[in-house]
């Protein structure tokens, strides 16, 4: 299994709701990251997960809450909103240290709507 | 903290032309480089990495780029565009723990 598998594929919500993004991997990687992309510009990292431990987190605010429950997922939690949340939040995996087969492997997104 | 430039946020070509998208690193040590696609409302591909082995990497869909230390570059060449090429592209840099990306070059293939 090389793919990141990440769910739902689109989502809607509001500023009051809860929700959650889920994201999945079994190749065996133990970084996991979490990143945003607004539209006409590139990924900005958001969080990285090292042996399922928060290693990196880029001054993201607290209503977004980030969740490693296990070797093999990550988890964005959403509370509370903005409208300028709304973007395409990719997750991504890859080896800890740089090898052979080191590399990044995304996810295909969840695109985040906030009404 | 490493870097990359993009030169070119919009390359347009012809239909069998040579494509050629330019992208720069900022490293004090041999970086991990890599060049993504992404089509619209899509994640990010893998096209090719660099990882210290083989100066002259090659990727899918007929895409390569070559590693130059003296002018730390990893510019992406394709002989021949195809309409199913354009996208957009992202130059990356492994920096310590995260990937860090270049603005982007979106790629336009005229027929």
């Known amino acids: 299994d090389t793919e990141v598998t990440q769910t739902p594929k689109h989502l809607v919500m509001g500023m009051t709701n809860k929700k959650s993004l889920k994201c999945e991997q079994h190749?065996?990687?133990?970084?996991m990251y979490w990143y945003k992309q607004k539209a006409k510009k590139p990924p900005e990292l958001m969080f990285v997960y090292s042996y399922e431990k928060l290693s990196i987190n880029e001054s993201v605010p607290s209503r977004f809450s980030p969740e490693c429950p296990n070797s093999s997922l990550l988890n964005l939690h959403l509370h509370a909103l903005q409208p300028e949340d709304s973007a395409l939040y990719l997750c991504?995996?890859?080896?800890?240290?740089?090898?052979?087969?080191?590399?990044?492997?995304f996810g295909s997104g969840t695109r985040l709507t906030v009404v | 903290a490493q870097s990359v430039t993009q030169l070119g946020s919009h390359v347009s070509v012809s239909e069998g032309a040579l494509v050629l998208l330019r992208c720069n690193y900022s490293?004090?040590?041999?970086?991990?480089l890599f060049w993504y696609v992404q089509y619209p409302n899509q994640g990010l591909q893998l096209l090719l990495k660099?990882?210290?082995?083989?100066?002259l990497v090659k990727g899918i869909n007929g895409f390569e780029a070559e590693f130059k230390k003296s002018e730390t570059s990893f510019h992406l060449t394709k002989p021949s565009a195809h309409m199913s090429d354009a996208a957009e592209y992202f130059c990356a840099v492994s920096d310590t723990d995260k990937l860090v990306f270049g603005a982007g070059t979106i790629l336009r293939v005229k027929s």
């Open positions: 490293s004090s040590v041999p970086p991990y």
């Open positions: 190749m065996g990687h133990r970084a």
């Open positions: 660099y990882t210290s082995a083989a100066t």
């Open positions: 991504a995996s890859s080896q800890v240290r740089p090898g052979p087969n080191y590399g990044y492997t």
